[in-house]
């Protein structure tokens, strides 16, 4: 597809905005679909040097340790150290009006995780899942979003090859569903669009049945109180951090909380990390 091209905006289930729409339009949409493509907001020369500055990050990424994580996929995080184009796509206008209106019943939000996701020939779909599951099931109630999140399409997304899938409108269903994927439609989108969706929609990473990678960079805010009061990471210097004991250090949060809060990077342990023992991906990595 060729930039002169008109959008994608065919996806039923999904309604695209042009990139100079306004946040209060884009909170009203997910408030009442849950996910919203906005077309073409990053440039394509963007998305080229991000992907410059992570090649070698996403080259030396293992592939995921189970299917959730995605067997023939690679999710490479560390985003705002290893690529500084990354942190302008995390403080993009639009998008931080528009969660600044989705989350603007908390106090405060925060980054929750800045990851690309490769999606790699033959990976099967993944398990419908609300991102929002990551904070240990909690039953959020409905309507009562801790989450805004995106996925930037860094290739043009299509069904073929990948491009994520969700139930429109879904975020307002009960909890705890295993839904299948005959529920779900993909999000198409060119690269550079990108799917705002809130951590109560249910949604998956597509099949894909081509013969290149499908990679997306998903950029995820969350509830400022979703975290320790003290914090441990800086009130403790990490030379004094390595010489504790490692049930103290576990304590302190030097370890997951529930199944994947709190990896570094590419999906390493922060024990690890900080005791310098280098572990790849963690096997433990599930639904977040
Ligand atoms: O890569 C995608 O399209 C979505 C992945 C996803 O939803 C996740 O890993 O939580
Ligand atoms: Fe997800």
């Keep these: 597809m060729s930039r002169s091209d008109p959008p994608i905006s065919s996806t039923p289930g999904i309604r695209h905005l042009p990139p100079d729409t306004s946040p209060a339009l884009l909170a009203g949409v997910l408030a009442e ?20 500055e992570m090649e ?23 985003l705002i150290a290893r690529s500084p184009t990354a942190r302008g796509l995390v403080t993009h206008p639009l998008i931080t009006a528009t969660v600044d209106l989705v989350l603007g019943h908390l106090t405060t939000y925060q980054l929750h995780l800045t990851q690309v996701i490769e999606i790699g020939p033959g990976n099967p779909a993944q398990a419908v899942h609300r991102d929002q599951w990551a904070f240990d099931f909690f039953p959020f109630p409905p309507g009562y979003e801790v989450q805004c999140n995106t996925i930037w399409a860094g290739d043009d997304f299509t069904a073929e090859n990948g491009a994520t899938r969700l139930v429109p409108r879904s975020h307002l269903m009960e ?23 809130t951590g109560s929609l249910y949604h998956s990473g597509g099949e894909n049945r081509t013969i290149g990678p499908r990679r997306g960079i998903n950029i995820t805010y969350s509830a400022g109180f979703l975290r320790q009061e ?4 800086l009130s403790v210097p990490p030379e004094t951090a390595r010489e504790l004991p490692e049930d103290l250090l576990r304590l302190m949060g030097y370890r997951r909380g529930a199944y994947a809060l709190g990896y570094v990077d590419d999906l390493r342990d922060p024990l690890d990390v900080l005791l310098g023992r280098d572990s790849g991906a963690d096997p433990g990595f599930s639904p977040r």
């Excluded at 994580?69 to 995080?77: E, L, N, P, S």
């Excluded at 003290?230 to 990471?233: F, K, L």
């Design 33 to 52: 679909e849950g996910a919203v493509i906005v077309d073409r907001l990053a440039d394509p020369a963007t998305i080229d040097a991000l992907f410059a």
């Design 56 to 78: 070698p990050w996403i080259a030396a990424t293992p592939l995921g340790a189970d299917e959730f994580a995605g067997r023939f996929t690679r999710r490479t995080g560390g």
């Design 175 to 197: 909890d705890r569903l295993r839904l299948d994927h005959d529920r779900t439609v993909p999000a198409e989108m060119d690269k550079g669009s990108v799917l705002v969706y």
């Design 230 to 233: 003290e914090n441990q990471y």
